[in-house]
């Protein structure tokens, strides 16, 4: 009997032993610091999503952006994002697809899509209303040589400071979505075949 304690003990000791580390970040918004903050280009997408012939949906990815956060945990409604967005990367599953965003117009023609060596997409933030944890974003988006207001619908997602072993910085975290039309932009083949409307769902991180 005097075997029971010392063994609920061990047990003890060895299940505190391999339990996982926390995780740095969370959902917590107290978490969140002031200050300028860098776009973690390897952990921000911008998928974007288009109806194909009405059989389907179809998505691609944006990525490797780079830009600025400005933040105040005080006073949230004066925040300032600005993403500059390299088109030239654009990616989907369909190598053929990706060469068609990026083909030069036919015999010096205008570009189906964006074209060869297009310039950079940027999104510069011009007001903010926050509601607790989420925020209407209203900004200007400059897409294929076109600038015109864009609104997001963003959440906060999580705030931390990474490990040293990967870095030590402040992160923080959110989602936004919202709808464009390409057309808009220049960007008018295939409609309405390929639908005009895009939905963009955004994962952006953001270090200091």
């Known amino acids: ?18 339990a996982p580390p926390a995780k740095p970040g969370a959902r ?8 300028t903050y860098t776009v973690d280009p390897g952990h ?21 952006a ?35 965003l990026l083909r030069a117009g036919k015999d010096g023609g205008k570009a ?19 509601r607790g944890q989420a925020a209407t974003i209203t900004g200007n988006l400059t897409l294929n040589g076109v600038t015109r207001p864009v609104t997001l619908a963003a959440t906060f997602y999580g705030a931390g400071k990474a490990p040293a072993m990967m870095g030590g910085k402040e992160n923080v975290g959110f989602n936004a979505t919202g709808t464009i039309m390409r057309s808009q932009f220049g960007v008018g083949y295939g409609i309405p075949m390929v639908s005009d409307a895009v939905k963009l769902d955004i994962q952006a991180a953001f270090q200091k």
């Open 28 to 35: 917590d918004a107290t978490r969140v610091t002031g200050g």
């Open 66 to 100: 780079t830009g600025t956060l400005q933040l105040d945990p005080k006073n949230l409604g004066s925040a300032m994002v600005d993403i500059t967005i390299p088109v030239s990367k654009v990616t989907t599953a369909s190598s053929g697809l990706t060469g068609h």
């Open 44 to 64: 921000t997408l911008i998928t974007w999503t288009v109806d194909h012939l009405g059989f389907s949906s179809y998505s691609g990815i944006f990525g490797d």
């Open 112 to 130: 189906d899509f964006f074209g060869a060596n297009p310039a950079p997409a940027r999104f510069v933030s011009t007001r903010v209303v926050a």
């Open 1 to 18: 009997m005097r075997l029971l304690p010392l063994a609920a003990v061990l047990l003890a000791a060895t299940a505190v032993a391999q």
